[in-house]
């Protein structure tokens, strides 16, 4: 697992807006992103992570250090932040590839005993979460998701009788772009909640990467949005 920073990394600070589209009928608005590359690290020498941002602001740019990577009492914890106005959707993807642990080898999901990671924070419930997976180069969602804060995990029945659909974040961060998943700011689990879940566990081979996905999903107020996350755990069966 990864080793805590000696100090706090701020990885998106204060970045440069520019505006966009949100969806069709949804309006314009400020987006800052970092873009999803597969062969890049969020902090080379001191995360084991790649991933992507977005965030999206109807009235002000983003402002403030968005994302972080802290060390929590010797832990390493992540932190996603932004300051929003009403109707702001924020989103955050972190993969660890299976080089990062299990020495490197992969295996079929069916194998995995657990997928946990805990949340440290998530102030009013704002992000809901769900486990990311990619395997045999596709990427898919869980369809169980978790806007509450402790250990959220997957084990036993849960994860072998689980639903999973397929998401491509190397076109869009976004789970669900279409104007009805944009605008599903009250549902749990957000535009995502309305993806196609079709994919049991079975059928997920060669896992390379496991991660989380989070999104803000109660946005239906201005005010603080922050998500801290740690201890991402991915078990095999002996």
Not at 132 to 161: C, K, M, P, T
Request: glycine share 10%.
């Amino acid at each position: 697992m990864p080793v805590a920073p000696a100090s706090s990394r701020i990885l998106m600070q204060r970045p440069t807006s520019k505006v966009e589209t949100f969806a069709a009928g949804a309006g314009n608005g400020y987006v800052t992103r970092r873009a999803f590359h597969l062969d890049e690290l969020l902090l080379p020498d001191q995360s084991p992570f790649i991933g992507g941002f977005e965030f999206w602001n109807f009235r002000v740019p983003p402002s403030g250090v968005l994302v972080a990577l802290l060390n929590r009492d010797g832990r390493a914890a992540w932190r996603i932040r932004g300051n929003a106005s009403t109707g702001s959707r924020y989103f955050g993807l972190w993969l660890l590839p299976q080089r990062a642990f299990h020495h490197g080898r992969t295996h079929s999901l069916s194998r995995f005993s657990s997928i946990s990671a805990r949340i440290g924070t998530n102030n009013r419930h704002h992000f809901a979460v769900r486990f990311v997976i990619q395997a045999g180069g596709q990427f898919y969602l869980s369809r169980v998701a978790s806007d509450r804060v402790g250990r959220f995990n997957l084990f036993g029945s849960n994860l072998s009788e689980q639903l999973w659909a397929h998401y491509d974040p190397t076109k869009d961060l976004r789970a669900n772009t279409s104007p009805e998943g944009w605008t599903s700011y009250n549902s749990l689990a957000g535009g995502a909640s309305l993806l196609s879940f079709s994919t049991p566990t079975s059928k997920l081979g060669d896992v390379q990467a496991v991660g989380l996905y989070a999104e803000a999903v109660d946005c239906s107020s201005s005010g603080d949005r922050c998500l801290e996350w740690d201890e991402l755990h991915a078990t095999v069966k002996a």
